[in-house]
């Protein structure tokens, strides 16, 4: 990174630092709090004398839905990356996605995944491998400074966003079909909310497809790209939002989605609890909003409480939610292992 891509952001000073250092273990904390209302409920006594009939094929099946949905994630992003000139690496996108994952389970580290990812995906080359390794190292741990970044990281953390917004939407538009077919368990006005969400959501895509459409409104999107430094991100946004590749883009995040509810789904049948589909619909979407919410590591405990509260209002043994989701939380710290061989491989 230029030298003025490293300007160096004033140190907070009073409380405000002080709450800073003391965030992470605050985010321990509510995490520990939280798993511990999860499962004080649970009578493990009975439970373990209960005639559970544990099928661990189950989980290996959760494990490859869960291994999928990050192989499809890497896809989409890669591909946003290399329409705006970055190296056509598609499986180094993947691997750098899995890394990303990685860190967001929780990995010691002075920035988030997403944070990880954009910035590695600047020193990128066209086998592969990593440029100027010791540059790379010193911009890892820095706060990022996007204001006066130079073009290159601001388009990659620019890819970023779009990847993460597509990702907003395929979540919400899931959330919503799950509760337009459950919502009237959950409330009286359930059924409405889920139609809303999914007005709300085709609105925003076709606002959206409408503004790349027209030239006007284009062009003036294209100035306000150039004035951000960001002149190239226009074919990743049209990749993106464009009628009608917007359409396939919906499709997949949906697609991605409901991966990520198989892998819940068959950590609960692991147990021999057949869940409702529906309730997964409405119990996760919702849980992913919430863990926007920097109050805990990795959703641990929130994940947990949620689910329970959720599923107990279709039946489900509240016990048996929160192991499903204990296991759920630990089958995705097993499937972005691989990101740890791109980390050692930078080491």
């Keep these: 990174m230029s030298s003025s891509a490293q300007s160096t952001p004033k140190a907070p000073s009073g409380w405000k630092s002080i709450l800073k250092r003391a965030w992470p273990t605050v985010r321990i904390l509510l995490s520990v709090a939280l798993l511990w209302k999860a499962t004080s409920g649970i009578d493990w006594k009975a439970l373990l004398n209960s005639d559970i009939q544990m099928q661990p094929l189950w989980f290996l099946a959760a494990l490859g839905s869960m291994m999928l949905a990050f192989i499809c994630g890497g896809y989409r992003w890669g591909l946003f990356m290399q329409a705006v000139g970055f190296p056509r690496r598609i499986y180094s996108y993947i691997g750098l996605y899995f890394t990303g994952g990685l860190i967001n389970q929780g990995l010691p580290s002075t920035l988030g995944g997403d944070s990880y990812r954009a910035i590695t995906a600047t020193h990128l080359t066209n086998t592969g491998d990593l440029s100027h390794p010791k540059e790379l190292n010193a911009e890892l741990h ?15 953390f620019a890819m970023v966003l779009v990847d993460r917004l597509l990702g907003l939407a395929g979540n919400n538009l899931l959330g919503g079909i799950g509760l337009v077919l459950g919502g009237a368990t959950l409330a009286a006005w359930g059924q409405d909310l889920g139609y809303a969400v999914i007005g709300i959501m085709i609105s ?11 030239s006007t409104s284009r062009n003036l999107l ?5 004035r951000l430094r960001m002149n190239q991100a226009m074919p990743g946004i049209r990749l993106a939002f464009s009628w009608p ?7 997949l995040a949906i697609g991605i989605h409901c991966l990520t509810i198989l892998t819940l789904l ?22 992913s909003l919430l863990l926007m919410l920097p109050i805990s590591i990795s959703g641990w405990g929130l994940r947990e409480a949620t689910l329970s509260s959720v599923l107990a209002l ?15 939380g630990a089958i995705t710290v097993i499937s972005v292992l691989p990101g740890a061989y791109f980390l050692l491989k930078r080491k």
């Design 222 to 226: 294209q100035k306000l790209l150039d």
């Design 142 to 156: 820095h706060t990022v400074d996007l204001e006066h970044a130079n073009p290159k990281l601001r388009l990659s």
């Design 245 to 251: 590749v917007n359409i396939a883009q919906a499709l």
């Design 314 to 328: 279709w039946g489900v043994n509240p016990s048996l939610t929160v192991l499903a989701s204990i296991s759920y």
């Design 266 to 287: 068959f950590c609960m049948k692991a147990y021999g609890v057949n869940a409702p589909i529906e309730g997964l619909m409405i119990g996760l979407p919702a849980l």
């Design 204 to 214: 925003a895509g076709l606002i959206a497809s409408a503004i790349l459409a027209w």
